[in-house]
């Protein structure tokens, strides 16, 4: 199949470009034509506010640039990840005018949530889920803590939504989760375009021994992804068990003050990918506390189910929906470092209970997080893309671009 990828990478890397980059090699190893059409976050550097909320709803330059793309290529399909800030929804016009099916990845949120992660004060948020316009998000600085950010992307969803882009310019959805497509059911996506294909693990490693004797986070270091919880958990269980961080972000410097007090934290930084699979595959078990609901499951998580290493999740969103307590990981409760310390000392000090999950975490990525299971579920919603795609739409916005 011809396939163009479309793209906005983020200034910093993270997983959702990971899998971007996962699934474009996992194509190519199957023998399809992959083109891709990236931009960068980098550009935004020069670009006044006014300018960059302009683009955000509506991108003249990739729309254009878009339509010049496919007619040179001449793909079967338009795959979109992250649209947001420079591709934006005008691209989907483009390919429709250009009679090539659309297919979005639902990698977070944004299309109902301001700042894409359903998340506020340090928990889940679901005031603006399914209205037409979500001000609440604009009165909460919920974009990067600035009105004037967060006014650009409300009035974005909110044009689209007025647009019927979210219901018309795109032929299929990619949820991450079942969790994932139940709240963009609730948001207002049509439910018949919504397919489910979770992230997987590309080229998939072989499993580790977990014989490391620590415990692993690996990811941003935001407060999204709940690193107080994590930290307030290590100074209840003191330097019983030894937990190695690696990732930067906005808490870094709490990261640090907490090793620099407590010798059985070592802070990593950032490593690379095969580094990554290494660390995960040595450890007794990986620790993500998210307090957000991480609609698709973390890439991290699957990664360590690839490694044969036990989780330890909160009981929230998708992460739930795959972690069988005591046969792949354990949930604890959201947001609380007393559960997470009971259930980390409890786990670090049954070998047999680790071992057994080993076995159960590797499973659970054989049944649903192969390349293999996941090239046959993308390949499906590929070709109910083109097979109902239409045109419904496309004169109007055509005018209102070429204005």
Same mark, same amino acid.
């Given at each position: ?199 997987? /693990?590309? @080229? ?8 490391? +004797?620590?415990? &692993?986070? #690996?990811? !941003? $270091?935001? =407060? ?71 609609? /698709?499951? @973390? ?8 490694? +044969?290493?036990? &989780?330890? #999740?909160? !009981? $929230?969103? =998708? ?85």
């Amino acid at each position: 199949m011809n396939i163009l990828v479309a793209h906005n990478f983020y200034k910093l890397a993270g997983g959702e470009d990971q899998c971007v980059a996962a699934e474009v090699a996992m194509l190519r190893a199957h023998g399809h034509r992959v083109t891709q059409y990236s931009l960068s976050n980098d550009a935004t550097n020069d670009m006044g506010r006014l300018a960059l909320a302009g683009r955000t709803i509506w991108s003249r330059p990739a729309f254009v640039e878009m339509r010049r793309l496919i007619r040179e290529r001449r793909p079967q399909v338009v795959h979109f990840h992250n649209t947001l800030p420079l591709i934006s929804p005008a691209a989907y016009y483009a390919a429709r005018a250009e009679g090539v099916a659309v297919v979005q990845t639902l990698h977070n949120f944004r299309l109902v949530c301001v700042n894409a992660l359903l998340f506020r004060d340090g928990k889940p948020c679901e005031d603006c889920l399914g209205k037409p316009v979500p001000w609440r998000g604009v009165a909460h600085n919920c974009y990067r803590d600035s009105r004037a950010a967060s006014a650009a992307v409300a009035a974005m969803i909110a044009a689209h939504r007025l647009l019927g882009t979210w219901r018309n310019a795109v032929d299929a959805y990619i949820a991450l989760s079942e969790f994932s497509r139940r709240k963009f059911i609730e948001g207002g996506l049509p439910a018949h375009k919504i397919a489910v294909k979770p992230n997987f /693990a590309y @080229p998939e490693p072989s499993p580790g021994q977990g014989d490391g +004797g620590y415990a &692993v986070y #690996v990811g !941003r $270091l935001s =407060a999204e992804k709940g690193i107080e919880t994590l930290l307030n958990a290590w100074r209840r269980l003191g330097n019983v068990v030894p937990l190695k961080i690696a990732g930067d972000g906005p808490l870094v410097h709490a990261v640090q003050e907490a090793a620099a007090q407590n010798g059985a934290i070592q802070w990593m930084r950032r490593i690379s990918n095969a580094d990554v699979y290494d660390l995960i595959g040595a450890a007794a078990f990986l620790v993500l506390p998210s307090q957000c609901y991480e609609g /698709a499951l @973390p890439r991290v998580v699957i990664e360590a189910f690839a490694k +044969g290493t036990p &989780v330890i #999740v909160p !009981r $929230l969103g =998708a992460m739930a929906e795959i972690v069988d307590d005591y046969q792949n990981g354990i949930c604890f409760i959201p947001g609380n470092p007393e559960d997470l310390a009971t259930k980390v000392r409890c786990l670090f000090s049954d070998a047999s209970a680790l071992k057994r999950m080993r076995r159960g975490a590797r499973e659970t990525f054989d049944q649903n997080f192969t390349a293999e299971a996941n090239h046959g579920v993308l390949m499906a919603t590929y070709e109910r893309a083109i097979g109902g795609h239409g045109r419904r739409g496309v004169n109007a916005i055509e005018t209102v671009s070429a204005s």
